[in-house]
């Protein structure tokens, strides 16, 4: 099987689940990390440059034997399976991973408005609102999950790609970049911090982060 991970080069929720249970699985693939040139192609025409079909004109993308398939959710799925991170048979345990995966999806969602407001003084505002009520609220649930459990993952008693995908979306959260959402964010959320560094300190998780993320990336505020 021939893989092509294709993504921008900055480390997102969006591409790292994938790219990362693939590397855990010591699965081969070519990392193509595109330009913003390339995408605002792939947004216009759903090409890269050499002619691969980028299907919805969105990314990630997987390109499978010279087959494109987007959609994030389905590109983790696929890769966790392949990767060991994900059950092939196991229905319970597979959908148990897919709430924790859907809601990285919506704390992702909150931040939209926000992200494309241009007055700053409404930006912060509306990131204070998200960091004091939306975002908490939220956190709360997944926390509750983690107690429930009692095994210091989301599901089973081993990391998932749900473990990954929270673990990467709170790094971005609290990693200082993202204007008016304090870096203390995790700090009433002692299970879900725990879970981050336990991802954060697994030995290819490092390699990986070492290898590909760039030297001034902050990867985020866990204790």
Same mark, same amino acid.
Request: with cysteine.
């Given at each position: 099987?021939?893989?092509?991970?294709?993504?921008?080069? %900055? =480390?997102? +929720?969006?591409?790292?689940?994938?790219? /990362?249970?693939?590397?855990? #699985?010591?699965?081969? $693939?070519?990392?193509?990390?595109?330009?913003?040139?390339?995408?605002?192609?792939?947004?216009?025409?759903?090409?890269?440059?050499?002619?691969?079909?980028?299907?919805?004109?969105? %990314? =990630?993308? +997987?390109?499978?034997?010279?087959?494109? /398939?987007?959609?994030?959710? #389905?590109?983790?799925? $696929?890769?966790?399976?392949?990767?060991?991170?994900?059950?092939?048979?196991?229905?319970?345990?597979?959908?148990?991973?897919?709430?924790?995966?859907?809601?990285?999806?919506?704390?992702?969602?909150? +931040?939209?408005?926000?992200?494309?407001?241009?007055?700053?003084?409404?930006?912060?505002?509306?990131?204070?609102?998200?960091?004091?009520?939306?975002?908490?609220?939220?956190?709360?649930?997944?926390?509750?999950?983690?107690?429930?459990?009692?095994?210091?993952?989301?599901?089973?008693?081993?990391?998932?790609?749900?473990?990954?995908?929270?673990?990467?979306?709170?790094?971005?959260?609290?990693?200082?970049?993202?204007?008016?959402?304090?870096?203390?964010?995790?700090?009433?959320?002692?299970?879900?911090?725990?879970?981050?560094?336990?991802?954060?300190?697994?030995?290819?998780?490092?390699?990986?982060?070492?290898?590909?993320?760039?030297?001034?990336?902050?990867?985020?505020?866990?204790?």
């Amino acid at each position: 099987m021939e893989i092509r991970f294709i993504y921008g080069e %900055l =480390p997102f +929720l969006r591409a790292e689940v994938g790219r /990362i249970a693939l590397f855990i #699985g010591n699965i081969d $693939f070519d990392d193509v990390r595109i330009s913003h040139e390339e995408f605002s192609q792939v947004k216009t025409i759903g090409k890269l440059f050499d002619g691969t079909i980028i299907p919805f004109r969105q %990314l =990630p993308c +997987l390109n499978i034997d010279g087959r494109s /398939i987007c959609q994030t959710g #389905g590109i983790a799925r $696929f890769c966790g399976k392949l990767g060991g991170l994900y059950p092939k048979s196991d229905l319970i345990n597979s959908v148990l991973i897919d709430q924790v995966i859907d809601m990285a999806t919506d704390i992702n969602i909150l +931040l939209g408005p926000s992200g494309k407001e241009e007055d700053l003084n409404r930006k912060k505002s509306l990131r204070e609102e998200l960091a004091s009520f939306a975002i908490p609220r939220k956190l709360s649930f997944l926390e509750e999950l983690l107690i429930e459990n009692r095994s210091g993952w989301f599901v089973s008693n081993k990391m998932t790609i749900a473990d990954i995908a929270i673990w990467r979306l709170m790094g971005w959260l609290t990693s200082g970049m993202l204007d008016y959402m304090p870096i203390d964010l995790l700090k009433p959320f002692s299970e879900i911090n725990r879970v981050c560094l336990s991802v954060e300190t697994h030995p290819k998780v490092k390699e990986w982060v070492q290898k590909t993320y760039p030297k001034n990336y902050k990867s985020g505020s866990f204790e």
